[in-house]
């Protein structure tokens, strides 16, 4: 399967914002980047892994969770094997190591949105550390 590198991740005070980078690499059998959903996950301290957004590079559709929906924005481009998220009005509760996950499926990217947990999914990243200070 693919490989996943989330970066972009930081100290930022509460109000801020950050715009994390999910870089997509090592297509294999003819995949390509648009053969992918990519989906953000979040996992704050003490806390399960949460799906927090994703997108089908496929026709673009996106899908946030209703903690995020409205402070947050997911898009892709295609050019750069890229998925990008960017977190705006950032809280202390935004507090959390981000993950990105590729998988063919959007239908079942969709589904682990509402997984706690880690759910079962083609690639994942290593993380990208956010800290929200009050």
């Known amino acids: 399967e693919v490989q996943l590198v989330e970066s972009g991740g930081g100290l930022v005070q509460a109000g801020g914002s950050l715009t994390l980078s999910c870089t997509v690499s090592g297509f294999t059998s003819g995949f390509t980047f648009d053969d992918y959903a990519i989906g953000w996950f979040r996992q704050a301290p003490g806390k399960e892994r949460e799906g927090i957004a994703c997108i089908g590079n496929s026709d673009g559709s996106k899908y946030y969770a209703d903690s995020v929906k409205y402070r947050h924005t997911i898009r892709s481009d295609k050019s750069k094997n890229t998925v990008y998220l960017h977190l705006d009005r950032l809280n202390p509760e935004d507090t959390a190591v981000y993950y990105c996950?590729?998988?063919?499926?959007?239908?079942?990217?969709?589904?682990?949105?509402?997984?706690?947990?880690?759910?079962?999914?083609?690639?994942w990243g290593q993380g990208t550390q956010v800290v929200v200070s009050s």
């Open positions: 996950a590729a998988n063919k499926r959007f239908y079942f990217l969709i589904q682990a949105m509402g997984v706690m947990g880690r759910p079962s999914l083609d690639s």
